[in-house]
T-cell receptor
Framework: KQEVTQIPAALSVPEGENLVLNCSFT??????LQWFRQDPGKGLTSLLL?????REQTSGRLNASLDKSSGRSTLYIAASQPGDSATYLC??????????FGPGTRLSVLP | NAGVTQTPKFRILKIGQSMTLQCTQD?????MYWYRQDPGMGLKLIYY???????DKGEVPNGYNVSRSTTEDFPLRLELAAPSQTSVYFC????????????FGNGTRLTVT
């Protein structure tokens, strides 16, 4: 059974810093992995989806990588801004199953 | 473009009461999902549907029921509410299974006392 973890649970950084969020999964036979952003009191917004055949995806200041052999994905945020403050969740999809979500990392970017 | 719309936003139920959480999407997506999110936990899948007339259980279906009579609507029914069902409920949709981004509603915060 796929299990997804995210460490740390919370992270505070000063504005302008580059940062990395981590996502680990136990079953390396994933089909793809998706990163989401969740603002307080809101639903999840899909940021990036990485297929198993890809090693990374980029969107603006965000870059997500996928290493199936080590069971890890990272979300890199460049030049962080206070508006990036949110909870970031990852979810792993194994073919024929459903997405399994991690508990999320709560990010605070301090002005 | 409304996307995925959930109603109500908040609800307080007494133990033993029933209610229906509404979810509708206007993107003509075949796949729809209901999740619950508890503090510090990832989202848990309650039920999902791969198209009108087809539903299936997820990881935590006990105490819930769903129906999918149209592509647009996927209501979640709580029968005999219990305190363990206090949670935030999210509806999501996608055009395909697993290979497409999930689109989420803004959630329903339910308290059972």
């Amino acid at each position: 059974k796929q299990e997804v973890t995210q460490i740390p649970a919370a992270l505070s950084v000063p504005e302008g810093e580059n940062l990395v969020l981590n996502c680990s999964f136990t079953d390396s036979a994933i089909y793809n992995l998706q990163w989401f952003r969740q603002d307080p009191g809101k639903g999840l917004t899909s940021l990036l989806l990485i297929q198993s055949s890809q090693r990374e995806q980029t969107s603006g200041r965000l870059n997500a990588s996928l290493d199936k052999s080590s069971g890890r994905s990272t979300l890199y945020i460049a030049a962080s801004q206070p508006g990036d403050s949110a909870t970031y969740l990852c979810a792993a999809y194994n073919y024929g199953q459903n997405f399994v979500f991690g508990p999320g990392t709560r990010l605070s970017v301090l002005p | 473009n409304a996307g995925v719309t959930q109603t109500p936003k908040f609800r307080i139920l007494k133990i033993g009461q029933s209610m229906t959480l509404q979810c509708t999407q206007d993107m003509n997506h075949n796949y729809m999902y209901w999740y619950r999110q508890d503090p510090g936990m990832g989202l848990k899948l309650i039920y999902y549907s791969v198209g009108a007339g087809i539903t299936d259980k997820g990881e935590v279906p006990n105490g819930y029921n769903v129906s999918r009579s149209t592509t647009e609507d996927f209501p979640l029914r709580l029968e005999l509410a219990a305190p363990s069902q206090t949670s935030v409920y999210f509806c999501a949709s996608s055009p395909g299974q697993g290979n497409s981004p999930l689109h989420f509603g803004n959630g329903t915060r339910l308290t059972v006392t």
